[in-house]
């Protein structure tokens, strides 16, 4: 059983704030990084799938980085609305036709 | 159409009852999962098939039985239930391995009595 850490579990934001969290995974035999955001009563919605050390992806106020040599990868929200407000799944593949989901991390927005 | 779709979307049975899930995708994908996911705990993968064929099978109870009879559609039996199966089931789909993108679906939430 693999160990994919996300921490903070959860987190309350201020409107227009800007937050991260982290997921942190072995890195032994890695592959890829996905991050998924998982709203409420909605299916999960794929956000960036990262392969290479020190990429960086972005989509609109969302970002994360990888770092695969220590095993953690960052997800940055700018300025959070309160549509932000969801849980951020990251699952790391390892070669195997699996992914390895962590717990998430829960973000609430306070208008 | 980036869509998977799941029917249906609750779905209460008694421990003697035999009922199936669905989940279909029309984006050409070949390979398709089941997931099942309880209250704060992550997805926990049930079922793989690639190319129609079960690939991996989580040494799930043999209550549960996956079929895919088709490259779009995945079904799960379900038959003898414990209460302890109670929760969401999830299907997804993707492209190739699951190294690529996963498209899920909103689940089916089960409760079982």
């Known amino acids: ?111 | 159409d980036t869509e998977v779709t799941q029917t249906p979307k609750h779905l209460v049975m008694g421990m003697t009852n035999k009922k199936s899930l669905k989940c279909e995708q029309h984006m050409g994908h070949r390979a398709m999962y089941w997931y099942k996911q309880k209250a704060k705990k992550p997805p926990e993968l049930m079922f793989v098939y690639s190319y129609e064929k079960l690939s991996i099978n989580e040494s799930v109870p043999s209550r549960f039985s996956p079929e895919c009879p088709n490259s779009s559609l995945l079904n799960l039996h379900l038959h003898a239930l414990q209460p302890e199966d109670s929760a969401l089931y999830l299907c997804a789909s993707s492209q190739g391995p699951a190294q690529e993108t996963q498209y899920f679906g909103p689940g089916t939430r089960l409760l079982v009595l």
């Not at chain 1, 035999?29 to 996905?34: E, V, W």
């Not at chain 1, 799938?49 to 960086?56: A, P, Q, S």
């Open chain 1, 1 to 111: 059983i693999l160990n994919v850490e996300q921490s903070p579990q959860s987190l309350h934001v201020q409107e227009g704030d800007s937050t991260n969290f982290t997921c942190s995974f072995p890195s032994s035999n890695f592959y890829a990084l996905h991050w998924y955001r998982w709203e409420t009563a909605k299916s999960p919605e794929a956000l960036f799938v990262m392969t290479l050390n020190g990429d960086e992806k972005k989509k609109g106020r969302i970002s994360a980085t990888l770092n695969t040599k220590e095993g953690y990868s960052y997800l940055y929200i700018k300025g959070s609305q309160p549509e932000d407000s969801a849980t951020y799944l990251c699952a790391p593949y390892y070669g195997n036709n699996r992914l390895a989901f962590g717990k998430g991390n829960q973000v609430v927005v306070i208008p």
